[in-house]
């Protein structure tokens, strides 16, 4: 179990530096009103992104090892609890300021793992049903189908529904990984929790890129905590047999509840980026805006009477006066 944590933790980090980075290279790129070859390419050449990328991809490698030893409510609490990291490292690096609620976020996600750690037992079982394995690859698919009708709709409450897909599919990838048979590797082609994992990374991280653009990080990352967190766990409970210590069910419940609600006090810290001005004692590149209405630039056709004048090369008009 203490190889299990530990690893959980480091992936934690990981995810924590990454989500920051990914924002602002979904920021960066140009605005998708419907999912296209276009808007992957657009994210593939910002850096950030791709730093943001990597780092989720170490520390997805780092949680199959908690994944395949730990129960995945404890797992899913750890992972999603990188808010945490993403906040202590934006006061220490970036210059955030940490509010009184974030402070509360912060010890609440620590009291709520400890308590989740004393009061998690052994995992459950790591084999499945052929039907489970086939109901995970049907998820990704239905998943995928509801990003590409979300991603024709714009506003918050397509950010919500986006990021709510977006934990579905990474909530997918958790129960492959825990089901996947690994003895050999035809596995990978004959397995459909194999297909399922795939489609879940990829549909996942399309469906986040899409909410990232159409509402603020907060809601985005808000929604995809709920269906990442909670779903995964209670398949593993129902399911697969994932149990609390014995005589310390209250102790484990009650450590999931506080650190998830840590994790939802803490989720603003996903836009460290747009809040920041410049760094302290540096001027800021441009004033601040100006207050009430901002002129409009003139579109219409020239009026009657209008006459170009070409003296000195420029398109101009000057008004004729009778």
Not at 78 to 97: F, I, Q, Y
């Amino acid at each position: 179990m203490l190889l299990g944590l530990t690893t959980a933790l480091v992936a934690t980090v990981c995810f924590g530096f990454g989500s920051v980075f990914q924002a602002g290279g979904a920021r960066e790129a140009p605005r998708a009103d419907r999912v296209r070859v276009g808007l992957l390419a657009a994210l593939l050449r910002s850096w950030r992104f791709l730093l943001g990328t990597g780092l989720d991809i170490a520390g997805f490698a780092l949680s199959i090892v908690a994944l395949r030893t730990l129960p995945l409510f404890l797992v899913q609490a750890v992972t999603n609890a990188s808010l945490a990291v993403t906040a202590l490292a934006a006061a220490r690096l970036l210059g955030a300021r940490l509010h009184r609620a974030d402070l509360l976020g912060i010890a609440a996600v620590v009291v709520g793992l400890t308590l989740l750690a004393l009061g998690s037992g052994e995992a459950g079982r790591d084999r499945a049903p052929p039907s489970f394995h086939w109901a995970l690859l049907a998820t990704t698919v239905l998943m995928l189908l509801l990003t590409l009708l979300l991603a024709r709709r714009n506003g918050t409450a397509a950010a919500v529904g986006l990021g709510l897909l977006a934990g579905v599919g990474f909530g997918v990838t958790s129960l492959a990984v825990r089901v996947f048979d690994f003895s050999g590797p035809a596995d990978v082609f004959t397995d459909p929790a194999a297909y399922g994992l795939a489609l879940g990374g990829l549909g996942g991280y399309l469906a986040y890129a899409l909410a990232l653009q159409r509402g603020t990080v907060t809601a985005a990352t808000a929604a995809g905590t709920v269906s990442e967190t909670f779903g995964p766990a209670l398949v593993g409970v129902v399911v697969l047999g994932d149990a609390a210590r014995p005589g310390y069910a209250w102790c484990a419940l009650a450590g999931f509840a506080v650190a998830v609600g840590g994790t939802f006090v803490l989720s603003r810290f996903g836009e460290v980026e747009p809040e920041l001005g410049p760094p302290p004692g540096v001027a800021a590149d441009r004033p601040p805006p100006r207050s009430g209405p901002t002129p409009l630039a003139r579109t219409a056709p020239p009026c009657e009477g209008d006459m170009p004048d070409k003296s000195d090369g420029e398109a101009r008009t000057e008004r004729q006066v009778p």
